[in-house]
């Protein structure tokens, strides 16, 4: 099973660009990377979803290089709304979340 | 479009009790599935149901159990509860037919706050 490992927190500033890093050994050749948020007492929200090279929409990017065996969530300019948890998922048939990045973004 | 609700939001019980938590999907949704999360375990898989049938399940033991009916609603139940069912059960709903491969974004509801005394 695909075992996906992320750091446990990450602090930035506002403005700045946040790289949250997700390792994933063992992913299936059709599996794909997804990315979600979570804020206290809620349900994870969608962010971003990639197979391989470069992903982006309106609030971030995924980089996923060729051999697959990590992916990267790129947040452009972060507010304090974006505190959050951040998942790496692989999306294999067990559907795998990883540890979580909790991302605390200061004034 | 509303989104996934799940019901109740609070729950109390004690150990031994058994606890049955409603999802109700987002319209059209056929796959709803269903996580614990713990501080200490964080987000893990329970099971997956797509037209009334289970096609994947976590690691979990048999008191953990779901059934989803016609209408795509779900319900999870879990048998003698232990202290360590307390957790946030969180319900998902996605429209696409294969949870690998393919985009299968996935729709949470607030969950369910289960406190086991």
């Known amino acids: 099973l695909a075992k996906t490992t992320q750091p446990i927190s990450m602090d930035s500033y506002e403005g700045q660009e946040v790289n949250i890093t997700c390792s994933h050994n063992?992913?299936?050749?059709?599996?794909?990377i997804t990315w979600y948020q979570q804020f206290p007492s809620q349900g994870p929200r969608f962010i971003i979803q990639?197979?391989?090279t470069k992903v982006t929409n309106e609030v971030a990017s995924l980089f996923i290089p060729a051999d697959r065996k990590s992916s990267t969530l790129s947040l452009p300019r972060v507010s304090l709304s974006d505190t959050a948890v951040y998942y790496c998922?692989?999306?294999?048939?067990?559907?795998?979340f990883g540890t979580g990045t909790r991302l605390q973004v200061f004034p | 479009k509303a989104g996934v609700t799940q019901t109740p939001r609070y729950l109390i019980k004690t150990r031994g009790q058994q606890v049955t938590l409603s999802c109700s999907p987002i319209s059209g949704h056929r796959s709803v599935s269903w996580y614990q999360q713990t501080p200490g375990q964080g987000l893990q898989f329970l099971f997956e149901y797509f037209s009334e049938t289970q096609r994947n399940k976590g690691n979990f033991p048999g008191r953990f159990s779901g059934r989803q009916f016609s209408n795509s609603r779900s319900e999870m139940n879990v048998s003698t509860l232990e202290l360590g069912d307390s957790a946030l059960y969180l319900c998902?709903?996605?429209?696409?037919?294969?949870?690998?491969?393919?985009?299968?974004?996935?729709?949470f509801g607030p969950g369910t706050r289960l406190t086991v005394l």
């Open positions: 990639g197979y391989k």
């Open positions: 063992n992913i299936a050749t059709n599996d794909y």
């Open positions: 998922l692989a999306n294999t048939d067990k559907l795998i």
């Open positions: 998902a709903s996605s429209a696409e037919v294969g949870l690998a491969g393919a985009f299968n974004e996935q729709f």
